[in-house]
């Protein structure tokens, strides 16, 4: 039961406030259709109803809106990922002009959105490995998500050990943009003998490429976290790379928010082996973001 404390009726014509006439006790509201055993008696005051009630009212307009004009739903998002960058950049004490701004919610939504990846992580990759710089390459890796040779070399490797045929487990989409010329179809080219026509040759070409690129080094990046983040929780489920991927997007495995923290963090660890507190910093800085949960972190989906 919820008593509303000091409801009272108001004329809108006159301004006048009356007590009902009808209810004996007018603090007393029953909320109907509700089981009585369910509801659990609390006081609150007028102000404190009407705030709750209008902030519902506001949700179902935003939604409301949303399902009419796409657009608003696509400024929001845009609006929400600018803010998760803006977090980022003022934990890193470094400071982005509004291209630039725009330049990066971009790249992180559309990637985000096509490899079901959070954009609270990619924003904190990209934050910690390039420092929201476009197009930098280093000595270490290239891109915004800074990919090495060394790791993008299982990528060519159609034969041996069938590590193409996991990243394509992964996400076979993905890889195909990356890896193979596309029709204006969005097919992918084909030789003479029906063999598909890759865009890079070699490990080193796709990382140059990367460095020139920053949506391909973004694209890049994702499957190579994604590829460190199975072997990782094969490795502690004691299975195969392959039937972990399979089990994680089948949802026959399930892992509980603390294990991806902790697997999430080996991953970084792994994906960037230049610095051993890599990892932890990149999930600590997650935690500027408001309402945390591990479980939306799970890479294979």
Same mark, same amino acid.
């Not at 890796?141 to 990919?147: E, H, K």
């Not at 394509?168 to 030789?191: F, P, R, V």
């Given at each position: 039961m919820t008593q509303i404390e000091g409801l009272r009726e108001t004329n809108i014509f006159t301004q006048q406030d009356r007590p009902k006439q009808k209810v004996k006790n007018p603090k007393e509201i029953v909320i109907p259709l509700v089981p009585q055993e369910e509801i659990k008696e609390e006081i609150i005051s007028w102000e404190q109803y009407m705030e709750e009630n209008n902030k519902k009212l506001r949700e179902w307009s935003e939604r409301t809106l949303e399902n009419i004009f796409p657009e608003v739903k696509e400024r929001k998002r845009r609006a929400e990922i600018e803010n998760i960058i803006k977090k980022q950049t003022n934990n890193a004490k470094l400071s982005l002009s509004n291209e630039e701004l725009e330049y990066w919610t971009k790249i992180i939504k559309e990637n985000g959105e096509t490899t079901d990846i959070r954009a609270e992580l990619l924003a904190a990759i990209i934050c910690k490995e390039s420092k929201f710089?476009?197009?930098?390459?280093?000595?270490?890796?290239?891109?915004?998500?800074?990919?090495?040779?060394?790791?993008?070399? =299982?990528?060519?490797? =159609?034969?041996?050990?069938?590590r193409l045929k996991?990243?394509?487990?992964?996400?076979?989409?993905?890889?195909?943009?990356?890896?193979?010329?596309?029709?204006?179809?969005?097919?992918?080219?084909? =030789?003479?003998?029906?063999?598909?026509?890759?865009?890079?040759?070699?490990?080193?070409?796709?990382? %140059?490429?990367?460095?020139?690129? =920053?949506?391909?080094?973004?694209?890049?990046?994702?499957?190579?976290l994604k590829m460190k983040f199975a072997e990782i929780v094969a490795k502690k489920k004691g299975l195969s790379i392959q039937s972990t991927i399979e089990g994680l997007?089948?949802?026959?495995? %399930?892992?509980?928010?603390?294990?991806?923290?902790?697997?999430?963090?080996?991953?970084?660890?792994?994906?960037?082996?230049?610095?051993?507190?890599?990892?932890? %910093?990149?999930?600590?800085?997650l935690k500027v973001n408001d309402n945390l949960n591990f479980e939306e972190y799970n890479l294979i989906k």
């Open positions: 710089i476009k197009n930098i390459s280093s000595a270490t890796g290239s891109g915004a998500m800074q990919v090495t040779t060394i790791t993008i070399q =299982d990528m060519f490797s =159609d034969t041996n050990g069938g996991l990243y394509n487990l992964i996400d076979e989409e993905t890889m195909n943009k990356i890896l193979y010329k596309q029709t204006s179809e969005g097919e992918i080219e084909k =030789d003479k003998n029906g063999k598909n026509i890759r865009t890079y040759n070699t490990p080193s070409e796709l990382r %140059e490429a990367c460095g020139k690129d =920053d949506n391909l080094g973004v694209q890049v990046g994702i499957m190579c997007k089948n949802h026959e495995l %399930e892992l509980s928010a603390e294990e991806i923290e902790t697997i999430l963090e080996t991953t970084l660890k792994r994906y960037n082996s230049v610095f051993q507190s890599y990892g932890k %910093e990149v999930v600590d800085s």
